[in-house]
């Protein structure tokens, strides 16, 4: 995906270092995409010691708004004209929106409001609730100015380094804010019933996947809500073991989403521009899909596995559009494969699936459920561009569950044969290694409804 861009194009875009690795374009110019706005948004890394020029430079440059990211956060606020209230008592600026009168730019924190939107959206209150944040660092200290200035009857701080908890305290300067050892945590039990409990620190982020800061189920019984700021994995231990225990859980993604959602507000306010909760779950589908790997969820497999009825169920599902590699070939070429396979050949056809592939790989194709033609992963060329294209699933079948399937269909030339299922063997044994090979996830779909299994790939992906 690349936005239109032309002489009347806003630039938007991320200071911070290192960026490589944020999310953040793929939210704004989804979103730019989505509300049909001349804008793209663009990753800036900038060197040590480079942040008063690259500031005065993007206002210079015209740059409409951006995001600051680490080591940038509470630096970058000397460099504004203005500091909105929230963002100056946490000390941290994360968004900042060109000011044409000020000839700068003011500073805010989304991360923050990102935040509790995503807890207002989740049904989550704060106000008069009990909150347990894990953690003393970098996004448990915003966490704590927030619970508070929400109105939070009491905020533990649980660290393992406990002085790190008391200098948040000490910061707040206020009771409902309580210090501890994370080792005493049965503490809070005996004095809460229930909380909602954030969990801010690094303990469970990828790849240490099976690893909570707190294991003890005990505690998890107290929980009502569970929020973890990690995203990846999608859910971390701490949210299994909450959701186990019963509570509401949701994960760091949403409150990327939402930090992103309030800053693409912010620097279209002029526009009036307002993001629909459709549009949010567009955009958090696209970031899930890239959390997971699955940029396009890839179906491969035998005739009659289901293939077409599965790609259907998971894009009506997951809200994804669906690709047919054979159909899309069929209809760039204006013709029939089997007319290719006779007019030009095998190794014709194989060129051209080879170069649609090429063509998901290289222009970002993304959101979709690609079916593959049955013979498309044999080649080892199309092998790698899969790989790069998305998650790969086997759909799976013993070949005389297909010759079940297929039997009375008489379009398939296959079946115009002495022994059909024999030639069905025949044909499986060629390529069930090779869609092994190829395959990130592997479904055996003997006896299941077509629901099952696209549940079981949902499931599977952990979507
Ligand atoms: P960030 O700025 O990204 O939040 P940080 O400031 O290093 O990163 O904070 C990481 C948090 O995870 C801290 O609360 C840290 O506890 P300490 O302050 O005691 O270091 C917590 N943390 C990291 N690894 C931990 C572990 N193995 N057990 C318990 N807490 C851990």
């Known amino acids: 995906m690349l936005n239109y861009t032309d002489g009347n194009t806003t630039v938007c875009g991320i200071i911070g270092n290192p960026v490589r690795h944020t999310m953040s374009p793929l939210i704004h110019n989804t979103l730019a995409d989505m509300t049909g706005n001349n ?250 899909l890239e959390v997971t790997g699955a940029r396009n969820i890839i179906l491969e497999g035998f005739m009659g596995s289901g293939k077409t009825t599965v790609s259907e169920i998971l894009a009506d599902k997951l809200d994804l559009d669906i690709l047919d590699t054979d159909k899309a070939i069929e209809e760039t070429e204006g013709r029939a494969i089997t007319d290719i396979f006779r007019e030009d050949g095998e190794e014709a056809f194989r060129n051209m699936e080879t170069e649609l592939l090429d063509t998901i790989v290289s222009d970002h194709w993304r959101d979709m459920v690609i079916s593959l033609g049955g013979g498309l992963p044999v080649r080892e060329e199309n092998r790698k561009l899969l790989a790069e294209a998305g998650k790969v699933i086997y759909l799976r079948t013993s070949p005389e569950e297909v010759y079940k399937r297929i039997m009375g269909d008489t379009t398939r030339p296959l079946l115009q044969t002495e022994d059909p299922l024999a030639r069905i063997r025949e044909l499986q044994d060629a390529r069930s290694e090779l869609y092994e090979l190829a395959a990130d996830i592997v479904i055996d779909t003997d006896g299941k409804e077509p629901l099952e299994v696209a549940s079981e790939i949902i499931d599977k992906l952990g979507i």
């Not at 107290?222 to 073991?241: C, R």
């Open 39 to 288: 804008l793209v948004y663009v990753p800036f890394e900038v060197p040590e010691g480079g942040l008063k020029n690259a500031v005065r430079g993007a206002y210079e440059l015209g740059i409409k708004g951006m995001n600051v990211t680490v080591p940038y956060k509470s630096d970058v606020i000397a460099q504004l004209k203005y500091v909105d209230p929230l963002a100056e008592s946490i000390g941290a600026v994360n968004t900042l929106v060109r000011d044409e009168a000020l000839k700068g730019y003011r500073g805010y924190n989304t991360d923050m409001t990102g935040l509790y939107r995503a807890m207002q959206k989740e049904g989550v209150e704060l106000e008069g609730e009990t909150v347990v944040i894990l953690g003393a660092g970098g996004v448990a200290r915003p966490t704590a100015h927030l619970c508070i200035q929400k109105g939070a009857a009491k905020v533990y701080i649980l660290n393992r380094t406990l002085e790190k908890a008391v200098a948040i305290a000490e910061e707040l300067g206020d009771e409902r804010v309580i210090p501890m050892d994370i080792a005493d945590y049965t503490e809070v039990l005996t004095r809460e019933k229930s909380f909602f409990a954030i969990q801010c620190t690094s303990v469970g982020l990828f790849p240490d996947v099976n690893s909570a800061v707190i294991e003890d189920e005990e505690f998890y019984r107290h929980v009502s809500a569970a929020l973890d700021v990690i995203y990846k994995p999608l859910e971390t231990k701490f949210l299994k073991l909450s959701k186990a225990a019963g509570a509401k859980t949701f994960s760091g993604l949403k409150m990327l989403l939402y930090q992103g959602l309030d800053a693409y507000e912010l620097w279209n306010q002029d526009a009036g521009i307002k993001i629909t909760d459709e549009q949010a779950d567009r955009v958090y589908k696209s970031l899930i």
